[in-house]
Each structure stands twice: as structure tokens, then as C-alpha cells.
């Protein structure tokens, strides 16, 4: 069974930056594609950004897209979301998630397999 620990989240204003980090309890190459979920209160749970192994391939969400970059160091079993330019509807729990899929593609969250416990991160206005 994969563990994912997320860390890095916290409070931040509009406009500042975050970097979340996950950390596998296992070589990131039995988990070929990894990716970050959201989710606010009182809503469900959506797709930010997912990567292959290789970091070749990334999907971003069109509300992130251009603001967060996802990444992963193999060498260290970690993946990462570098947050700028924040705002308050980045207002979320963040989960870390993986798969053994090599597809990275998959927007719904019913499609991962491994989940990290969540960190939460509030943007102030």
C-alpha cells in the first residue's frame, strides 16, 4: 500500500506563494503518474494538475493554469505544486494522489488510487 504525505500548506495572502510537497513511501516508478486534488467546503472535489514519471507530460485546471506548476523529484519520492500568485478561491484542502495508471490525464478523482491525508491552505483577501 502507497502512503502520501502532503505538507507546505498554510495561510497566505492574495498574491503569495505556497509549495506544497508529497512525499511516497515508495520508488515514485511503481506509481508512474501523480497529481494534486482540491477541495473547498461544501464542494466536491476537483482536479489541479497531474504528471507522469518522467515530468514529460502536465495537466493543469484552466482556474490554475499558468499560476501553479506541478513537478516530482524521483531521487527523493516527492512530487510538488509551486503555488503563485494566489487567491482566495484557491481556498482548499489539497490531496496528494497517485496511481499505477501511466495515464495522467484523469480528471475525476474516482480514477486515483493512492491519497494523501490532505493539507489545508487559505488564501486571505
Known amino acids: 500500500q502507497v502512503q502520501l504525505v502532503e505538507s507546505g500548506g498554510g495561510l497566505v495572502q492574495a498574491g503569495g506563494s505556497l509549495r506544497l510537497s508529497c512525499a511516497a513511501s515508495?520508488?515514485?516508478?511503481?506509481?508512474?503518474?501523480m497529481g494534486w486534488f482540491r477541495q473547498a467546503p461544501g464542494k466536491e472535489r476537483e482536479f489541479v494538475a497531474s504528471?507522469?514519471?518522467?515530468?514529460?507530460?502536465?495537466y493543469y485546471a484552466d482556474s490554475v493554469k499558468d499560476r501553479f506548476t506541478i513537478s516530482r523529484d524521483n531521487a527523493k519520492n516527492t512530487m510538488y505544486l509551486q503555488k503563485n500568485s494566489l487567491k482566495p478561491e484557491d481556498t482548499a484542502v489539497y490531496y496528494c494522489?497517485?496511481?499505477?495508471?501511466?495515464?495522467?490525464?484523469?480528471?475525476?478523482?474516482?480514477?486515483?488510487?493512492?491519497w494523501g491525508q490532505g493539507t489545508q491552505v487559505t488564501v486571505s483577501s
Open positions: 515508495e520508488r515514485t516508478f511503481t506509481i508512474p503518474t
Open positions: 494522489t497517485a496511481d499505477s495508471s501511466i495515464v495522467a490525464s484523469r480528471w475525476s478523482s474516482f480514477d486515483w488510487r493512492y
Open positions: 504528471t507522469t514519471w518522467g515530468g514529460r507530460s502536465a
